[in-house]
């Protein structure tokens, strides 16, 4: 809208003062309306114009404040984004802190159980060394006793060869008293005078040796039923654990036992045979080593 521009009144031409006349009554009523007509119309189109500016400028505030509200809901998105991402940076910062002290006390603990299992395989191999020398020191020392124990049953054996029949068996050694000395005569378990001589010679090579128990086995020929014979054959080997008790022999270290005529020395029924096979076996079982096979 054009601005009409207030419309100024012409200055009077210069005129030759005229008498005086009479003046008309209500000309200028008629020039005053038109002068307040343009003056409101003049303000009219000022405020309309200041109110278009205001309207426009409002229009573009408000259009910015948009701009600016999209702006914030963008910058507020991303705030809350970075800060979503500050948070799981946060704890994965935590977690990999909290795993690298897990994995600080992990190793710390990896260290001292390596250290502790090292100071453990260390004393068990000191164990291992010590254990083989006490095993050599002792198989030495076996070995000794074993060749010792041997030189004294080997003298053992060789004083009682002298007195009566001996030999060698896995547990030790047998004394077979069955031959001409010693003899029981028939259904009797009663020892003979030269039987108790004899027993008496074994009985002091007993007493000067050590380390040794002695099984007696008592026998009979083949005259009666087996259980007679067992009973019989047990008093025979009874007797000469008596004699030998007697003459200073420990009794804890014998033990008796009867075969009856299971079994026989000579397998034979001649007076002869049955005569022999009328006899009393002691075992010696030496009791400082123990032979393969030997019984207890």
């Keep these: 809208m054009s601005i009409i521009p207030p419309i100024s009144p012409e200055p009077p031409s210069p005129v030759a003062p005229e008498s005086p006349s009479p003046r008309r009554p209500g000309a200028h009523w008629f020039v005053l309306p038109i002068l ?55 704890q994965q910062t935590r977690a990999a802190q909290e795993r690298a002290v897990k994995s600080e006390q992990a190793q710390a603990e990896a260290n001292k159980e390596t250290a502790q299992a090292q100071a453990a395989k260390t004393q068990a191999d000191q164990q291992a060394l010590h254990a083989r020398q006490q095993a050599q020191t002792a198989r ?47 259904d009797k378990a009663a020892l003979r005078p030269e039987n108790r001589e004899l027993l008496s010679r074994l009985a002091g090579i007993f007493l000067v040796s050590h380390g040794f128990r002695l099984h007696i086995y008592g026998y009979t020929d083949d005259v009666g039923t087996d259980q007679y014979n067992a009973g019989l054959s047990e008093r025979r080997a009874q007797a000469v654990s008596d004699y030998l008790a007697k003459s200073g022999i420990p009794a804890d ?7 009856g005529k299971s079994s026989p020395r000579v397998k034979a029924t001649s007076l002869e045979a049955r005569e022999r096979n009328r006899r009393v076996e002691i075992g010696i079982v030496d009791t400082v080593i123990k032979y393969p096979g030997q019984a207890q």
Excluded: H
Aim: charged share 30%; hydrophobic share 40%; net charge neutral.
């Design 36 to 90: 307040v007509g343009v003056i409101v119309a003049i303000l009219c189109s000022f405020f309309w114009m200041r109110l278009k500016r205001t309207d426009d400028q409002l229009q573009a505030a408000s259009q910015r404040l948009e701009i600016l509200a999209s702006k914030q809901d963008t910058l507020d998105s991303d705030l809350r984004q970075s800060m979503k991402q500050t948070q799981a940076a946060r």
């Design 253 to 259: 270290i014998m033990t008796t036992k009867g075969f």
């Design 140 to 186: 030495e020392e076996l070995e000794q006793i074993r060749k010792t124990r041997e030189e004294e049953l080997n003298q053992m054996q060789e004083a009682l060869s002298k007195v009566v029949v001996t030999r060698k068996t896995s547990d030790g050694m047998v004394i077979d008293l069955s031959n001409d000395s010693f003899k029981f005569d028939f």
